[in-house]
Nanobody
Framework: QVQLVESGGGLVQAGGSLRLSCAASGRTFGDYAMGWFRQAPGKEREFVARISRSGGGTYYADFVKGRFTISRDNAKNTVALQMNSLKPEDTAVYYC?????????????????WGQGTQVTVSS
């Protein structure tokens, strides 16, 4: 089992920044890739970013490229999502997720463990 706990969400004005963090426990952190998804009201959960087990590979949704950065610290069992130049359309609940199987990137079905989510609200 893997437990994931997100923090760092909140309310920010458009153009501002937030940094989300996710603390993992329960298994060797380096055993799994980590990702971030988000879900806005009335919409499906969508892929935001992913980082490989070692941190050497990162993947981003087109709508966050150049604005968001995913990183991980395997010594501290944490993954972070730095979000800059935030837009009102970035408003959503953001979820930290872990992938042990390493068989896919973009579908939420590829990820076995999920945090409870943290709300990000961007005002215009």
């Amino acid at each position: 089992q893997v437990q994931l706990v997100e923090s760092g969400g909140g309310l920010v004005q458009a153009g501002g920044s937030l940094r989300l963090s996710c603390a993992a426990s329960g298994r060797t952190f380096g055993d799994y890739a980590m990702g971030w998804f988000r879900q806005a009201p009335g919409k499906e959960r969508e892929f935001v970013a992913r980082i490989s087990r070692s941190g050497g590979g990162t993947y981003y949704a087109d709508f966050v490229k150049g604005r968001f950065t995913i990183s991980r610290d395997n010594a501290k069992n944490t993954v972070a999502l730095q979000m800059n130049s935030l837009k009102p359309e970035d408003t959503a609940v953001y979820y930290c997720t872990a992938d042990l199987g390493n068989t896919g990137i973009y579908s939420p079905n590829e990820y076995e463990y999920w945090g409870q989510g943290t709300q990000v609200t961007v005002s215009s």
